[in-house]
């Protein structure tokens, strides 16, 4: 259950900076929605002001007599309500996970997006800034709530007709994932390919920070002991409208080039044949000589209105060698699913679909009794939209595999007028066994809304509730919480992407 910024041509003071950059930022907001006079140099800021507040009721260790437990079915101990315990020894106790006592989180993240043109020709400045505070003194710790504050990306974009370059924080994705690296970037195009060469210091997905960071050490307890360097290529290709191809190459280096922390290569490509949509993608693990994600997807048009969809896959979990992790991941799997939709006069669609997946071996369970390693799923799909305005949506799946099963259900509703948005939601989630719900039943209920205050201000709420309803095989502990926010998007200066109006005579 995430530099280098432009100088302002803004008409107005500039802020002193205090300590505190929260606070800081959140000045800016005052001015949202007022009209400003840029110059052909200028700074265009967007930003978005979250507040949340969450609470549940974390998990605690408990205990029971050992007097007091159960034998259950297979020898197994439970407790009076029928939650397994472990027991130690000759303890004269039992210990057990229960739900502790409610406790509250009250997080707020500041994004700051900035832009700056009007450098020179075809430079320009990027920067997304993130500042975070904790409201109150809420007893649940959440995540990251001691950093204040991340450079998500802060870079100087050089663009020409042919070439681009960039210096600083950047972001890459493609069929490698999604990272990002303090460092160059070079990119050379033509009609219909192009190619691009990065380099820098790496950067560990989702922490903004190196491999030597605090945050990673208190995350992992075998943390890597040198930083990485990143260095990569990427090409591709497109003849037709309809057809590309592409080819990626990644290698992040330990700083002392004792050795590699991962090496990787991917190929990914889309086209479409007798009129059969394809789309599929190669990504292997060089160093340890594993396909990470092998698919291919197919889809067409039928009779009656009907679109088809088959693919299969092939997925293996990544790790980088530096990470224990790689030992106990996730086991990976082979699966075939389809999907069958049709719109009916625009309005209506509706979607059945299926998959199957088999598990590599996990090395666990009994040989007179081994573990299921295989699954299956169906899932359904309703959606009405009687008018641009109001759409209304359905979809139930369930699905069972090795050790749990699982099903789960959702109805939404949402409404767009002219400057109001509402929208609410229903779930209902059942898990057995292993998942930890036992065969109780989450149900979740909320309500969210926008309100346009002018053409770049909106601010947003919503308000959720999910009640955990337990029956008698449950595992005694309460997956319930409670959860509101409220957000405020504004903007500084005008995008200038936007279409300028046309200027009375």
């Known amino acids: 259950?995430?530099?280098?910024?432009?100088?302002?041509?803004?008409?107005?003071?500039?802020?002193?900076?205090?300590?505190?950059?929260?606070?800081?930022?959140?000045?800016?907001?005052?001015?949202?929605?007022?009209p400003m006079q840029l110059a052909a140099q200028s700074v265009r800021i967007v930003g978005t002001t979250w507040a949340q507040i969450v609470d549940l009721r974390p998990l605690r260790l408990d205990s029971v007599p050992f007097s007091a437990t159960i034998v259950a079915s297979g020898g197994d101990r439970t407790n009076a309500r029928g939650q397994p315990v472990r027991c130690a020894g000759t303890s004269a106790y039992c210990h057990f996970f229960a739900s502790g006592d409610r406790a509250t989180a009250s997080p707020i993240l500041q994004d700051l997006e900035l832009s700056g043109w009007g450098l020179g020709e075809g430079i320009s400045a990027h920067a997304h800034l993130r500042a975070r505070e904790t409201l109150g003194a809420g007893d649940l710790s959440w995540p990251r709530a001691s950093d204040r504050f991340d450079a998500l990306d802060a870079y100087l974009n050089v663009e020409r007709d042919r070439w681009r370059a960039r210096l600083g924080r950047q972001w890459t994705s493609g069929a490698l994932g999604s990272y990002n690296y303090d460092g160059v970037a070079l990119a050379w195009r033509q009609t219909s390919w192009s190619v691009e060469g990065l380099g820098g210091a790496s950067l560990v997905t989702g922490l903004d920070a190196t491999h030597l960071s605090g945050d990673?050490?208190?995350?992992?307890?075998?943390?890597?002991?040198?930083?990485?360097?990143?260095?990569?290529?990427?090409?591709?290709?497109?003849?037709?409208?309809?057809?590309?191809?592409?080819?990626?190459?990644?290698?992040?280096?330990?700083?002392?080039?004792?050795?590699?922390?991962?090496?990787?290569?991917?190929?990914?490509?889309?086209?479409?044949?007798?009129?059969?949509?394809?789309?599929?993608?190669?990504?292997?693990?060089?160093?340890?000589?594993?396909?990470?994600?092998?698919r291919l997807r197919a889809e067409r048009s039928l009779p009656k209105g009907l679109i088809g969809s088959i693919e299969g896959r092939r997925s293996r979990p990544f790790f980088e060698l530096w990470s224990i992790w790689g030992a106990f991941s996730p086991a990976g799997f082979d699966e075939v699913?389809?999907?069958?939709?049709?719109?009916?006069?625009?309005?209506?669609?509706?979607?059945?679909?299926?998959?199957?997946?088999?598990?590599?071996?996990?090395?666990?369970?009994?040989?007179?009794?081994?573990?299921?390693?295989?699954?299956?799923?169906?899932?359904?799909?309703?959606?009405?939209?009687?008018?641009?305005?109001?759409?209304?949506?359905?979809?139930?799946?369930?699905?069972?595999?090795?050790?749990?099963?699982?099903?789960?259900?959702?109805?939404?509703?949402?409404?767009?007028?002219?400057?109001?948005?509402?929208?609410?939601?229903?779930?209902?989630?059942?898990?057995?066994?292993?998942?930890?719900?036992?065969?109780?039943?989450?149900?979740?209920?909320?309500?969210?809304?926008?309100?346009?205050?002018?053409?770049?201000?909106?601010?947003?709420?919503?308000?959720?509730?999910?009640a955990h309803r337990e029956s008698g095989s449950s595992s005694g502990t309460d997956w319930g919480q409670r959860r509101a926010s409220v957000r405020l998007e504004w903007a500084i200066g005008r995008d200038p992407g936007a279409a300028r109006p046309a200027v009375k005579q």
């Open 337 to 466: 699913r389809g999907l069958l939709r049709r719109t009916s006069a625009g309005r209506l669609t509706a979607a059945v679909g299926g998959g199957y997946r088999r598990y590599d071996s996990t090395g666990a369970g009994l040989a007179v009794a081994p573990l299921r390693d295989d699954g299956w799923r169906v899932t359904g799909n309703l959606a009405y939209a009687p008018n641009d305005r109001l759409s209304l949506a359905g979809d139930y799946a369930i699905d069972v595999g090795p050790g749990a099963s699982r099903s789960d259900g959702a109805l939404r509703g949402d409404w767009v007028g002219a400057r109001l948005s509402l929208g609410g939601m229903f779930s209902a989630t059942q898990s057995i066994f292993e998942y930890r719900v036992g065969t109780g039943r989450l149900l979740g209920l909320g309500v969210h809304a926008t309100y346009r205050l002018s053409q770049e201000t909106r601010i947003g709420g919503d308000l959720a509730w999910y």
């Open 216 to 294: 990673l050490a208190a995350l992992d307890d075998l943390p890597p002991d040198e930083r990485a360097w990143l260095v990569g290529a990427r090409a591709r290709f497109r003849p037709r409208a309809r057809h590309a191809l592409g080819a990626e190459y990644q290698r992040t280096i330990r700083n002392d080039r004792g050795g590699l922390y991962s090496e990787r290569a991917a190929v990914a490509g889309s086209a479409v044949l007798a009129g059969v949509a394809l789309d599929g993608e190669w990504t292997q693990d060089l160093l340890t000589n594993t396909v990470n994600e092998a």
């Open 1 to 34: 259950m995430i530099g280098t910024l432009a100088h302002s041509a803004i008409a107005c003071q500039r802020p002193r900076r205090r300590r505190g950059s929260l606070a800081a930022m959140l000045t800016l907001a005052a001015f949202a929605g007022q």
